[in-house]
């Protein structure tokens, strides 16, 4: 049985993971008007990704005994810069997030829930794995300029990730 602290705490992330996917399907649309395909595909692979760590949570609650309660999601920004701040916005993002995954552990760690503890350190490896893909494509961003040919590289390097 999870503690009413753990159990709060999980649903608090449950709603922050569906606020990253939305805030990637948001910048995804905005890759697309600005006919950067390969990005909108990226960002929408990620959008996918957020709602399956949602999910993960979700069961989580479900096979301890506990009771999810769905929050409120804000509306995500919709104007967005250039490639490079967008990546550098998915990086910020993610640290963030890492934070939390942070604080929600040491939640489960206090209340002694190994089993939480358990399934937040696939959470933990998994943010090590999101800052490093951000950072590797700010790097690259970098390298290729705003505009031009080696952007449009990029962009098609993005649209190569596979789905899930
Ligand atoms: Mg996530």
């Not at 006919?35 to 929408?44: D, Q």
Request: charged share 25%.
């Amino acid at each position: 049985m999870l503690s009413k602290a753990v159990q709060d705490a999980i649903n608090e992330q449950i709603r922050n993971e569906i606020q990253s996917a939305y805030l990637y399907l948001s910048m995804s649309a905005h890759c697309e008007a600005k006919s950067l395909s390969g990005a909108a595909h990226w960002l929408r692979a990620q959008w996918e990704e957020e709602l399956e760590h949602s999910m993960k949570l979700f069961k989580h609650v479900y096979d301890r005994g506990g009771r999810v309660t769905l929050q409120a999601i804000e509306k995500p920004p919709t104007d967005f810069s250039s490639l490079l701040g967008i990546f550098q916005q998915v990086l910020a993002h993610e640290q963030k997030v890492t934070a939390l995954i942070n604080n929600l552990y040491a939640i489960a760690t206090k209340e002694n829930d190994y089993a939480s503890q358990i399934e937040l350190q696939w959470f933990i490896k998994e943010q090590v794995e999101e800052e490093k893909n951000a950072s590797e494509i700010i790097e690259m961003l970098k390298m290729s300029g705003e505009s031009g040919p080696t952007l449009l590289m990029v962009d098609r390097q993005l649209g190569a990730r596979a789905k899930g």
